[in-house]
């Protein structure tokens, strides 16, 4: 059933065999980054669903699996991607967000496409492209818990429209990191979906419920005179480590890492953080360590967060998303993104 491109295997109306009775043995099958074809009742449209870019965020590939597992007939015809599939069979299962070595999938889709992932990457661009679907949503899971929401680099009535089938709140970003929701940008409104936390339930039932909403509508495009509710953030921030630093998770400050935070640093997701509330711990070499590059590419870190005490703090109140409890993640992505609230 694969085509002759192996680097991204195609399935059309997958059988019950394949599907399996578990996302481990569904995931087994596909073996592989696998795009699945479903036919649906209106067969002169495409809408794509895109997930498992990150190994460790399964509620997208749960509810493909659902979603394959009930045989419903979408609305219109169906491509869903799964693509870090060995990522995420590489045990213990749903725990790798990419293989040692590899890049992470989700910031390879730009050029230079000439490694494995840039070459998968590559595969499910021009997929999309010669499919020219109506949309494409792509499910991940926040790493740490918290409640759902959209990443696009769009705000239009459209993004609106197809946030408002998973969650109200919309963060919309001009930064450019690779990530396939770019590709919004060549007119195929893309909205990433963060479900939550991977260990959420609330997550899973954002997955598979949303899921039965955008496959089984007629339109998903927006109406006129519709208000769809959902709340806009712009380009938060990311908080980063600068190249290696350490950070830790911990009530008591640690004395090897540059900076120290909360073991359940993730309450703050989306919660507004006070200019008295402390952030982390510091090390000795205090603010150095970190940075707070807006879309520009200015940095606002002194804008936005003092120190006190060997403490961190926000300057004014800000408002925290995908707050991180790993310290690989925070390493090597960010700690957390943030907007200021002072207005
Ligand atoms: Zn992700």
Known sequence: MSNERTILKVIHDPEQ?????????????????????????DTSRTRA????????????????????????????NTLFIV???????????????????????????????DDEQGAIADAILQLIHSVKPEALIDLHNTSG??????VSIKEDADHLALTSLFTNDL????????????????????????????????AKFVAQEGILRYLGADNIRAEMGLDYRVNIFKNPIRLELKQGGIAAYSNDKQSDADITLAENAERLNYGMVPHEEPLAFLGDKGLAVLTAKDYKGTERLGEFFEVSDGQLFS???????????????AASDCLFYFIGCNK
């Open 315 to 329: 300057k004014h109140p800000i408002k925290l998303f995908m707050v991180t409890t790993s310290s690989e993640i």
């Open 171 to 202: 963060i919309v970003t001009d930064l450019r990191l690779g990530a396939i929701m770019e590709i919004s940008e060549s007119d195929v409104p893309t909205v990433t979906i963060e479900c939550g936390g991977a260990n959420d339930t609330s």
């Open 83 to 113: 693509a870090s599939v060995q990522a995420a069979l590489s045990k213990p299962a749903f725990s790798h967000r990419f293989l040692k070595g590899k890049r992470d999938l989700n910031r390879c889709f730009k050029p230079p496409f």
């Open 49 to 76: 669903i895109c997930t498992l870019l990150h190994g460790n965020e399964p509620s997208g590939v749960y509810a493909i699996h659902n979603y394959l597992a009930l045989g419903i007939e979408p609305a219109v």
């Open 17 to 41: 065999s394949i599907v399996g009775d578990s996302v481990e043995v569904f995931l087994q099958n596909l073996s592989g980054p696998t795009a699945i074809f479903l036919k649906g009742k």
């Open 145 to 150: 818990s918290g409640p759902a929401f959209g």
